[in-house]
C-alpha cells in the first residue's frame, strides 16, 4: 500500500498536475453542479431500442471535471474494484486531453468504454468520493466522464493498442469471453502468450452481449474491445464448449499449458411455485437471451419470443430491471417488477431504478408470487401475489421479508420474467472432477493468484467463483489470474 | 463454421447431412446432440448426432423437414457450410447389453432413435423397432432401420401400409409375444406418453428421449425444462434422456406448444418467399 501512495503523491505532484489545480480556486470548483447526463425522451426510448444516455459532450465533460478537487488522498480510488488512476484521468479530462484520459483508464481498466455506462459507480468510486463523504453533495460524475474518455476514444478511430511482448509460443486457454475472460485474456497477450479464448455461444461477449440490453450497452462498444484483444494477436473460437467440444486433456495434448475459466453464472434459478412451468413464464437468461443474442423482437430474424401485453418480472436486480423495460420496448401496456423487499434494498442500479419508472415501469414492491394460473392452453394468464413487510435484517445485512397473512390477491398477467438470481455454469466443474468447489457450486481460487486450490494450471475467476458479481469484479479477477498465470508459467520455466 | 461433405436424400422430407467437425466427432458419444443455426438470422436447433467418423472428423445428422430451419438446412447443399454448429451436447444414452429391446419412434422423433437403434444392437442386444406414422407416405429410415434391428414393425394410423393402429398397439404385440427387458421411445409428446403407459403395465423400464423446445443446449435459458419424477429438469444437460415413466408428457406438450401459432406463420411466410424467389 505505502508503495502505491508513495507512488500516487509522486503522479499528483507532477507539473502539469500542479498546474492544473492551481488554475481554479478550489471554491470555484465546490460551487459548480453535478453535471446532468442528457437522455433520450423516456416516452419515445421506450418504444425503440437506442441507448437512453446519450453521453456528455465536450464543454460538459471539461467541467464536470473541474469539480474534482485533486484529493491529495483520492479516497475514491478505495472504492474503485481496479484501482483506476481516478484523478489522474479526470485532471487529463479537465486539460482536453481526452486520449490520454482514456490510457489513464486502460492502464488498468481494459473495457472503459462497457464499465463507464454499466459500473455501479454510486456503490463503488462515487460513494468514496470527498463530494460524497465531506459535503453530502453529489459526487463528482466518475462514471460518465470514464465512458466520456471511452468513447472519444473509440470515436476518435486512434485507438491505443496496447504494446504486446514478443511472442513467447507457450499456448493459454481461456474459457468464457465474458469480461472476466476477456480481461485475462488481454493481459496474457500483454505478456507474449498465445491465448486462444473459447466460448458456448456463437457470440463474443459473455453477459455483455446475451443479457444487458442495447439501451444500456451498444453491441458496438463491446465489438470494438474485442478487436483490440484481435489486433493484439488474441484468437477466438465460438461454438466451442470446454468440457463437452474437447476435455481439458485434449487441449493440453493440444499444448495447452494453463486455463482461465471465466465460465459465469449461467444458470437460472426458478422458485420451484405451482404453475412456473407454464408458456409465457421465462427466466430473464431465455428471455434476454432471445431478445438480445438471437434479436428474436425482429421480424427478419427466425427466433420467436413472446412478450405480452399484462408482463410481470420478479425480482429486484439489474436483470429484473433490463427484463421489464425490454417488455415495455416489446409493447407492452404494463410492465410490473414484483419485488419481495422494498425500494432501499434493490440491489440494481440506481440509474436503471431511475430509468425504469421514467419509462412507465410499475414497482410493485413488498410483493411476493405465490402461484400461477393458465389458460386451457397453458398459457399463463394470472398469477397469486401476496403482500410483504420488513423484518430484522438477515444474514445478507438487508432487512428480510415477511409475508402478511391474508394479504394474497389475484394479478392479471400473460407473461412473467423470473429474474431471481442465477448459479454457476456446471460444465467446467462437471468435467473437472478433481476441482475443489464449494456447495454452491462455485471454483474454490487463492484470492491473490486465483489459482485453483487442487489444480495448479487452473485458474478462475468472475462469476463462477464469485457466484454472480459485476463486470467490473470480474474483470479484475481475470486481470489478476492473468498475473497469477505468468508467474505459475515463468516458475515453471526456470524450475526445469 | 462446418462444410457439408456428403447430403443423401431417404425420402422427400429426410435427409442425411455429413459434416465437417473434427472437435465434435472425436468427443462424440450415442444419444449426444448439437445445435445449428443457420446464418446471422437463423434461429438455433437441437439435431440428434446420428453417428460420427473420429478418423475422418464428420458427423452425420438425419434432418426431417418440419420448418423454417430444418427446410434452410436441407435447402443447403454439399460444399455450403454451416454458419454454426455446437456440441457434443447432452448427456449420452445408457448403452448396455440387457437383452431385449423394444425401440418405438414416431414423427420427430424416428431421426434422433436411429443412433440408439444402432448402439443396442452394436452392444449385442436384440432390438426390435416399432416406427409409427399417419400414413405411408411418412414413414421414414425404414431401411436404415433394418439395418441395425431384428425386426421392424410399421404402425400407420390409416392402415395404408405395415399394421392400423397406433404404436401403441405394436408394442404391446411384442410385449405378449416375447421378454422385453428394456423400451426406449421418441417421438411427439403424445405418443411417448401412451408409449410410457404401455410399458408401465407391464412394468418394462422406458427411457424417453425429449425433444423439447431448445435456444442454448447448454442449461442457460431454461426453455427446454420439463417436471421429470416431481422436479423440473432441464432437458438439454439433464437429458435428453430421462425415465418415461416419471416424465409429465402433458406438460411437455403443452410447452411444446409455446410457438406453436408463430412458427406456423413463420414457415408459410418463408415458403411464400422462397417460391418468389426460385
Ligand atoms: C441481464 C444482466 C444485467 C447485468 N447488469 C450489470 C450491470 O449493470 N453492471 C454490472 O457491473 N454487472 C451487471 N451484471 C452482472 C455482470 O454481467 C456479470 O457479473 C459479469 O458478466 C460476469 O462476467 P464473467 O466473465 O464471469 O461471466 P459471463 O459474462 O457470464 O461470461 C461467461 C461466458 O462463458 C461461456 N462459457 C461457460 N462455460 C463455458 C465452457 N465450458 N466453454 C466455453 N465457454 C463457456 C458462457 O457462454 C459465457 O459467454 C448483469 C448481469 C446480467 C445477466
Ligand atoms: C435433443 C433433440 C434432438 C433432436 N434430434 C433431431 C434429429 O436428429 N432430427 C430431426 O429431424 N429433428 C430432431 N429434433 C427436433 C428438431 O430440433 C426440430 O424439428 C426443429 O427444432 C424444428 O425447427 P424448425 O425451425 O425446422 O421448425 P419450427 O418452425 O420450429 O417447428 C415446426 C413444427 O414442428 C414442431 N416442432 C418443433 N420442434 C419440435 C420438437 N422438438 N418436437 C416436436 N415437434 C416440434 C412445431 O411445433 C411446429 O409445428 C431434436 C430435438 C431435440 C430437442
Ligand atoms: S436449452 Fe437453454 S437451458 Fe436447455
Known sequence: MENIAEYLKAERSQEWRDEVRKSMKTKLRLEKVRVQMSEEDPNVRNTNNIEVNTGLSVEEAVLEAQRCIDCPTPTCMTGCPVGINI????????????????????????????????????????????????????????????????????????????????????????????????????????????????EALHEIGGVLKYGIPEFRLPNDVVDVEIESLKQMGVKFRTNFIVGKTASFEDLKEDGFKAFFVGSGAGLPR???????????????????????????????????????????????????????????RLGADRSMIIYRRSEAEMPARLEEVKHAKEEGIE??????????????????????????????PDSSGRR??????????????????????????????????????????????DKDTMQSTTIPEIFAGGDIVRGGATVILAMGDGRKAAAGMHKYIQEKIKAN | ????????????????????????????????????????????????????????????LVVQKVGVTSDKLLALEVGDEVTDVVGPLGEATHIENVGTVLCAGGGVGVAPLLPIVEGFKKAGNRVITVLAARSKDLVILEEQMREFSDEVIIMTDDGTYGKKGLVTLGMEEVIQREKVNLSVVIGPAIMMKFAALTTKKYNIKTYASLNTIMVDGTGMCGACRVEVGGKTKFVCVDGPEFNAHEVDFDQMLMRLGAYKDQEYAAYQKYLETEETVA
Not at chain 1, 483508464?105 to 468514496?128: F, H, S, Y
Open chain 1, 87 to 198: 484523478p489522474k484521468f479526470v485532471k487529463k479530462i479537465e486539460t482536453e486531453d481526452f486520449l490520454g484520459a482514456a490510457a489513464v483508464l486502460k492502464d488498468t481498466n481494459g473495457l472503459p468504454a462497457v464499465c463507464g455506462r454499466v459500473c455501479p459507480q454510486e456503490k463503488q468510486c462515487e460513494a468514496q468520493c470527498f463530494y460524497t463523504i465531506k459535503l453530502g453533495k453529489p459526487a463528482v460524475a466518475i462514471g460518465h466522464l470514464e465512458r466520456f474518455a471511452a468513447d472519444f476514444e473509440q470515436k476518435s478511430g486512434q485507438i491505443a493498442i496496447p504494446e504486446v511482448a514478443k511472442s513467447n509460443k507457450i499456448k493459454l486457454g481461456v474459457v468464457g469471453s465474458g469480461p472476466a475472460g476477456l480481461a485475462a485474456s488481454g493481459d496474457l497477450a500483454k505478456f507474449g502468450y498465445d491465448v486462444t479464448v473459447f
Open chain 1, 270 to 328: 426458478f422458485m420451484n411455485i405451482p404453475g412456473e412451468n407454464y408458456n409465457g413464464i421465462f427466466s430473464s437468461n431465455e428471455y434476454l437471451t432471445r431478445v438480445n443474442l438471437m434479436n428474436a423482437a425482429n421480424p427478419e430474424y427466425d427466433t420467436p419470443v413472446h412478450s405480452g401485453k399484462l408482463v410481470a418480472v420478479i425480482g429486484g436486480g439489474n436483470t429484473a430491471m433490463d427484463s421489464v423495460r425490454t417488455a415495455k
Open chain 1, 363 to 392: 414497482f410493485m414492491n413488498l410483493h411476493n408470487p405465490l402461484e400461477y394460473y393458465a389458460d386451457d392452453k397453458g398459457m399463463v394468464k394470472s398469477m397469486k401475489v401476496q403482500k410483504m413487510e420488513l423484518g430484522e
Open chain 1, 400 to 445: 428480510r421479508p415477511i409475508a402478511i397473512e391474508g394479504s394474497e390477491f389475484i394479478l392479471e398477467v400473460d407473461t412473467v420474467v423470473v429474474s431471481v438470481g442465477v448459479s454457476p455454469n456446471p460444465i467446467v466443474p462437471a468435467a473437472l472432477p478433481k476441482l475443489e468447489i464449494t456447495d454452491w457450486g462455485t471454483i474454490v481460487v
Open chain 2, 1 to 60: 463454421m462446418s462444410k457439408i461433405l456428403e447430403k443423401e436424400y431417404f425420402s422427400k422430407n429426410v435427409a442425411k447431412i455429413v459434416l465437417d467437425a473434427p472437435e465434435i466427432a472425436k468427443s462424440r458419444k450415442p444419444g449426444h446432440f448439437v445445435i445449428i443455426k443457420i446464418g446471422d438470422k437463423g434461429e438455433r436447433i437441437p439435431l440428434t448426432i446420428a453417428s460420427s467418423d473420429p478418423e475422418k472428423g464428420t458427423v452425420t
